[in-house]
């Protein structure tokens, strides 16, 4: 995630004890204790412990961990559904934990739609009136709200539902009413408390491809709870990790598959494909020499000498890649007195976006030995891609 991207959700120093005397604990925990012998000291539950975090604007974060890690604490903590024992959850310049109960109010309808694991639908409410609840609750005339719950059920595939009930559907269809009626109440943060963990696997991959590919139309902030590593891989553009309440690591997938933090990580990514996690990013190699468009055969030709080469490839003045040149393809240009080689390029190559996966990439290579092409949605060249460096990525990736 881009740093200079603009943040929507900033935590810094959150904690949160559950029992009577959070000063005890707090205490004790300041004194270096962990939350074990905090609890057996003082009776008294360290759920979270200096919880440092941002949001980004536009990003889905996932926050992961195991039973019991804080997880739900922690996006219970950021509506306030659970109030704080330290700490500050700044969001637009409003300070959480300090809001009056009416600021409160208003701060979740501006900011914030949860959708939960137990998809929490009215059973007595069709499809449509389940995706309108939120607005009628703040007071949208009916033909409006009716319009903008319409929207967002057919934005999440539900077109020609609108008067089932919730008993009618599947799993999968009643968590999309879900997303639906969040989406209709157009908060800017979704917060999603495993939402997915009811559904059967099948299913589950699915919705999850279906977040993605929302999120990304949408743009809105997503911060999503789950236990599952693979989920949190599938869809995170960022993974805080949680144990025992606090944060073990942060970053990207892959970030956290090539670099855990500690041991714990690093138990906890055991199994895991990384030809099928990793991207053709992390194997990416700068490119040796390029050619450029105004080039002739015979600086092709002394660029493939110098670098030891027999192709190259061929970019624009942006830098957008416009093809491959091989040495005999060069060499005939300029027997022919050819002045651009543009005309002897070959497009018998591939092209691959950043986060394109290693495993879609053994199959890639060409008989030829092409290196695969690395670019950007612009078609800017970043890199190459060779198969020697895809063996060595998953081979060090293993050693982690």
Not at 50 to 74: A, H, P, R
């Amino acid at each position: 995630m881009d740093e200079k991207q603009n943040v929507k959700i900033q935590v810094r120093g959150l904690s949160k004890v559950f029992g009577k005397h959070p000063k005890k604990a707090l205490e004790l925990r300041n004194q270096g204790l962990k939350r074990p012998a905090i609890l057996e000291q003082t009776g008294q539950t360290l759920g979270l412990s200096n919880i440092d975090f941002d949001v980004y604007e536009g990003e889905l974060l996932v926050i992961m961990g195991l039973s019991g890690s804080g997880k739900s604490t922690l996006i219970r903590c950021l509506n306030r559904l659970i109030d704080t024992t330290e700490g500050e959850i700044v969001i637009d310049g409003e300070n959480i934990p300090t809001l009056s109960d009416k600021e409160l109010l208003e701060c979740r309808r501006r900011h914030f739609s949860m959708v939960f694991q137990n998809f929490a639908l009215f059973p007595h409410r069709t499809v449509q009136k389940n995706a309108e609840f939120g607005l009628e609750i703040r007071g949208i005339s009916q033909s409006e709200r009716y319009k903008i719950a319409r929207d967002s059920l057919s934005q999440v595939g539900l077109d020609g539902w609108e008067d089932a009930y919730p008993n009618q559907l599947s799993g999968g269809m009643q968590q999309r009413v879900g997303l639906a009626r969040a989406l209709a109440n157009d908060a800017s943060v979704l917060l999603l408390d495993e939402a997915f963990s009811a559904l059967d696997p099948l299913i589950r991959k699915e919705m999850q491809q279906e977040l993605t590919q929302l999120q990304a139309e949408t743009q809105k902030t997503t911060v999503f709870i789950t236990h599952d590593l693979d989920e949190a891989l599938n869809i995170g553009d960022r993974i805080v990790l949680l144990k025992d309440g606090e944060i073990v690591q942060i970053g990207t997938p892959e970030d956290i598959l090539t670099n855990p933090a500690d041991d714990y990580v690093r138990r906890f990514i055991e199994g895991v494909d990384m030809s099928r996690i990793l991207t053709a990013e992390s194997a990416m190699r700068p490119v040796r020499s390029t050619a450029r468009e105004s080039d002739g055969p015979r600086t092709v030709m002394h660029k493939m000498r110098e670098n030891s080469i027999d192709s190259i490839y061929v970019l624009s003045r942006d830098r957008k890649l416009l093809g491959l040149l091989e040495v005999d393809a060069a060499k005939e240009a300029a027997d022919q007195g050819a002045t651009t080689v543009l005309d002897y390029m070959t497009q018998d190559f591939r092209r691959v976006k950043p986060d394109e996966p290693l495993q879609n990439l053994f199959a890639m290579f060409s008989e030829k030995g092409f290196p695969i092409a690395v670019e950007d949605d612009e078609q800017r060249l970043l890199g190459v891609v060779v198969k020697g460096a895809v063996l060595d990525e998953l081979a060090r990736a293993g050693d982690q």
